[in-house]
């Protein structure tokens, strides 16, 4: 078993992701729902959720999801879904299911949702965070800065601290 200390010397330890970092950027394929993410605007909230429809965590986070972006939309807060988990042979495939997925089983869907088959979002995002396992969320606050990093259901009480700014 490697230790934090160890994998961050391999990661290297300016590259160590934590609260308080200066958020990646965002790198997918493809955009499958919603506007494309191409930079963090100053002054908005991002929730940044990797996903996949294998997860049956992640399938049960999205309806919450669907909830904190109509809630807070109008304060500035977006809500990103990241699809770099999806399982097939190939990535026209693995886009192909998440799309007819997608359109099955949540029609209410009302966020963005990116399609990363490649794996750069998990050298960009959750290797540096040392984030093990989806869903995963990261909040990214006015600043560009990670606010949280966690799992999903502890969006409730984080979001409205973030939106203090605490």
């Known amino acids: 078993m490697t230790s934090v200390t160890e994998s961050a010397s391999q990661v290297g330890a300016a590259n160590v992701l934590s609260v308080g970092s200066r958020a990646p ?7 499958l729902r919603g506007q494309p ?5 100053p002054g908005k909230v991002y929730i940044v959720e990797f996903l996949a429809t294998w997860c049956g965590t992640c399938i049960a ?15 500035g807060v977006e809500v990103v879904g990241i699809a770099a988990h999806e399982q ?7 886009r192909a299911s998440l799309d007819a997925w997608l359109t099955k089983s949540v029609p209410n869907l009302n966020y963005a949702i990116a399609f990363d088959y490649a ?3 998990n ?6 965070s040392f984030s093990v396992g989806i869903p995963t969320s990261f ?3 006015r600043d560009g800065r990670f606010a949280f ?10 979001l409205p601290k973030i939106m203090k700014g605490s």
């Not at 950027?25 to 955009?31: A, G, L, M, R, T």
């Not at 993410?37 to 605007?41: A, I």
């Not at 986070?61 to 304060?75: E, G, T, W």
């Not at 050298?123 to 540096?128: A, G, I, N, Q, V």
């Open 88 to 94: 097939a042979s190939t990535a026209d495939e693995a």
């Open 149 to 158: 990093i966690g799992h999903s259901t502890q969006l409730d009480n984080a």
């Open 61 to 75: 986070s999205m309806p919450n999801l669907v909830i904190l972006q109509d809630k807070y939309r109008n304060n």
């Open 139 to 141: 909040v990214v606050d």
């Open 25 to 31: 950027s965002i790198k997918v394929e493809d955009w």
């Open 37 to 41: 993410v191409t930079k963090f605007e």
């Open 119 to 121: 794996g750069e979002m």
């Open 123 to 128: 050298k960009l995002w959750m290797d540096p």
